[in-house]
């Protein structure tokens, strides 16, 4: 039985999330918006997606401007200034305060 | 890689899942609700935390509040927390970086050395373990716990309570360990590193620095053992640091390297992360050697209590004796009181403590009382051996550490 579970979850994973999620794992969800395919292409590379939900919605703008500039400038996250753009609009649309 | 057990098989909708394609993530959403609203999750977490968070199980672990799958961090429901030992299977996971390697007993070495040190050496885990071993019992809490009830709330792991946990750690003291090489005088700081590292090359390492005097005390551990059985993947196998009385940031797990350093360490763990504003804390321990004029590395854990006995709002029965509890601890000065009361402030008086295990510990507290019908806020205010205690009104700072805020327990009794 357990076998089965994962090999479904497996399968929802990999259309769901990202390559990197483990099996197992649940796919996390965030909003249907457009940049929501920057966003998982780029941050779930370092971490899963809910760390996003769980920081929200009390930051403003300029505090998920300070998330990016940190992941970026401190965590080294390769994010091309194009696709940091439409990520923090995208943070600041659907998780913002 | 470790794999994953989830719980979906003892939350019985495995017969839904299979099969069912496009309608999956609906399952996972609403499943994720009504987990949440099970939690009992402190009504202060952010609103998007209280909707994410869910019960889950690591490998090898009881199910846990997961707050972030990858890198994990799950927290300890308080259940949990109502005895003075916290068990290896419901013991809190705190991670930084998402590749965590599942460390070999029979490979694993730790190696010593550095500009500070007369040589290099390095130990097995057998070689480890035939240095005189010592057992603390102490309290491993993360800096952050309770950042998610900051008022207003602050960037990170949104943790809840229980970001902490009591435990007996067994273990060779660092002090002999760093014997094995040899302290030269100049000996500033004690550089600790473990194997998880980050997906990208540039995310810095984990890696921290203890202060040469808190490194050598007596109670600093190079710990193998927890609770008497070895250390669980989760909490650091084979081989973490303790410091007892410190928080956890310095509480290396999976210690693969020890560098003891004659200059302040530069790394982005200790010189911009893991500090706090200098002079707004009531901390003794200092870590002088990388204080700046405005900040300076978080040490000591502040004097903090926790009722765990009851869930916030939970009913009770009228006209019978309840009796409300939890753990109290500090940075090993001792707990001295835990003083309850059940008129918002008003009066106090003194709880009866449970057994010592040690200043390092958790130390119970019970109180009972004979409610009427009605609804009660309790509190709880515990206060240590040198005289501090809780703060009655929180601390704001920019990474949200130290939260030691008097809790009150809301009971209704019907």
């Not at chain 1, 091309?80 to 659907?94: E, H, R, V």
């Not at chain 2, 890198?71 to 429901?77: D, F, K, V």
């Amino acid at each position: 039985m357990r076998s089965i579970i994962i090999a479904v979850l497996s399968a929802a994973c990999c259309g769901a999330v990202t390559v990197a999620a483990a099996a197992g794992e649940k796919p996390v969800q965030l909003k249907k918006a457009p940049g929501l395919d920057k966003v998982e292409a780029n941050c779930a590379a370092c971490h899963t997606l809910d760390y996003i939900p769980m920081n929200s919605p009390f930051l403003s703008a300029a505090g998920w401007d300070n998330e990016m500039t940190r992941m970026i400038n401190v965590f080294g996250a390769p994010i091309s200034p194009g696709d940091a753009k439409i990520i923090g609009d995208y943070l600041k649309a659907n998780y913002g305060q | 890689m470790i794999t994953r057990r989830s719980l979906l098989e003892a939350a019985g909708t495995g017969a839904m899942l299979v099969g069912a394609g496009h309608t999956l993530s609906r399952t996972f959403v609403s499943q994720a609700e009504a987990q949440a609203a099970a939690l009992n999750l402190p009504s202060q977490l952010p609103e998007g935390t209280r909707r994410e968070a869910v019960l889950d199980a690591l490998p090898g672990k009881k199910p846990l509040i997961k707050l972030s799958y990858r890198p994990p961090n799950y927290e300890t429901p308080i259940e949990f927390l109502r005895t003075a030992i916290t068990p290896n299977d419901a013991f809190f996971v705190r991670y930084h970086l998402l590749d965590i390697p599942e460390v070999k007993a029979e490979t694993w070495r730790l190696s010593i050395g550095g500009d500070g040190a007369n040589g290099e050496g390095s130990l097995s885990l057998n070689e480890l373990k035939q240095l005189p071993a010592v057992e603390v019992a102490a309290v491993c809490q993360c800096s952050g716990n309770r950042r998610g009830l900051f008022e207003p709330h602050v960037p990170g792991v949104e943790w809840g309570y229980g970001a902490m946990g009591c435990a007996r750690w067994k273990g060779a003291r660092l002090k002999d360990v760093l014997d094995r090489v040899g302290l030269k005088n100049e000996a500033l700081e004690i550089v600790v590193a473990g194997t998880d590292k980050g997906s990208v090359d540039k995310t810095p390492q984990f890696i921290k620095s203890i202060p040469v005097w808190k490194a050598i005390e007596d109670t600093t551990l190079v710990a193998y053992e927890m609770n008497g059985a070895p250390l669980p993947h989760w909490n650091g196998f084979p081989a973490r640091i303790v410091v007892p009385g410190w928080t956890a940031t310095y509480w290396m797990k999976h210690v693969s390297r020890i560098n003891v350093v004659t200059k302040p360490f530069d790394g982005f763990w200790v010189k911009a992360a893991y500090r706090i504003p200098v002079g707004k804390f009531p901390v003794v321990a200092r870590f002088a050697s990388q204080e700046t004029a405005v900040n300076t590395p978080i040490t000591e854990m502040v004097v903090n209590s926790l009722m765990t006995s009851h869930a916030n709002g939970a009913t009770v029965k009228a006209g019978g004796k309840v009796t409300v509890g939890g753990v109290a601890w500090d940075a090993g000065y001792g707990i001295h009181t835990v003083d309850i009361s059940t008129d918002g402030g008003n009066t106090w008086t003194a709880a009866t403590l449970g057994e010592d295990l040690g200043r390092f510990a958790f130390r119970t507290f019970s109180y009972g009382v004979m409610p009427t019908k009605g609804n009660y806020k309790i509190m709880a205010r515990a206060t240590n051996k040198i005289g501090q205690s809780q703060a009655s009104a929180l601390i704001a700072n920019p990474a949200g550490y130290h939260h030691n805020v008097v809790q009150t327990l809301n009971l209704v009794a019907a």
